[in-house]
């Protein structure tokens, strides 16, 4: 079955260290995206990716990087630069663009905790 | 500046009642396309309906329901018969032309009890 993976489901990180998060997906979507989910405020963009090899910087990008050498691969780093790193990131594909109206597909999710 | 407005953060409701998120959203954009999603307590987002801004038609699918107001910009999300399975947190979305954005609301906690 297609869909999104991201692994791994749970992470725990010392403060300081980088960490990256996988997502992988085999949709054939063009459309990447990074979320933050924190409780009480939705989910807040931090990049996307419309095709390989480039990406934009969403409304968070501070602390955050991203890379997209495949279709199938959009890995966040998150930096020892994020002041609250700790939170649940959210993964997600679309087959266009998002600004044309196509639905986005989501991963399971990574919790990251850091302390 | 665009904006979406859950302003129920908890539902709690007892199996078998009728239940209504509220949505409201921003835009001077005339073309936009409207979202809603549920997140079960697995983490995934699920995709439940896609409205543009175009098409003001109500839409039922089995126990859904969504109402689309372009008058008072909103966008209203009704579960009939609510049961167990249907307690999630649901996000209304927005989503521009110009932009690959999806401008999310804070999101509804649903609960519903036996």
């Known amino acids: 079955d297609g869909g999104i993976t991201q692994s791994p489901k749970y992470l725990f990180r010392k403060e300081g260290q980088n960490v990256t998060l996988s997502c992988e997906q085999n949709l054939n979507h063009d459309a990447m995206y990074w979320y933050r989910q924190d409780p009480g405020q939705g989910l807040r963009l931090i990049y996307y990716?419309?095709?390989?090899?480039?990406?934009q910087k969403g409304d968070i990008a501070e602390g955050y990087s991203v890379s997209r050498e495949k279709k199938e691969s959009f890995p966040l780093t998150v930096t020892s630069a994020q002041k609250n790193p700790t939170a649940f990131y959210l993964c997600?594909?679309?087959?266009?663009?998002?600004?044309?109206?196509?639905?986005?597909?989501f991963g399971n999710g990574t919790r990251l905790t850091v302390t | 500046a665009q904006k979406v407005t859950q302003a129920q953060t908890e539902i709690s409701v007892v199996e078998k009642e009728d239940v209504t998120l509220d949505c409201v959203y921003e835009?001077?954009?005339?073309?936009?396309?409207l979202f809603w999603y549920k997140q079960p307590p697995s983490g995934e987002l699920v995709f439940l309906i896609r409205?543009?801004?175009?098409?003001?038609q109500n839409e039922i699918s089995g126990r859904y329901s969504w109402n689309f107001q372009k008058s008072t910009s909103s966008f209203n999300f009704t579960i009939t018969a609510s049961q167990v399975v249907d307690s999630a947190v649901y996000f209304c979305?927005?989503?521009?032309?110009?932009?690959?954005?999806?401008?999310f609301g804070t999101g509804t906690r649903l609960q519903v009890f036996p």
């Open positions: 990716s419309q095709i390989v090899n480039d990406f």
């Open positions: 409205r543009n801004s175009f098409d003001e």
């Open positions: 997600a594909s679309s087959i266009r663009p998002g600004g044309l109206g196509s639905p986005l597909h």
């Open positions: 979305a927005l989503s521009l032309v110009n932009t690959d954005k999806l401008i």
């Open positions: 835009t001077r954009d005339t073309t936009y396309y």
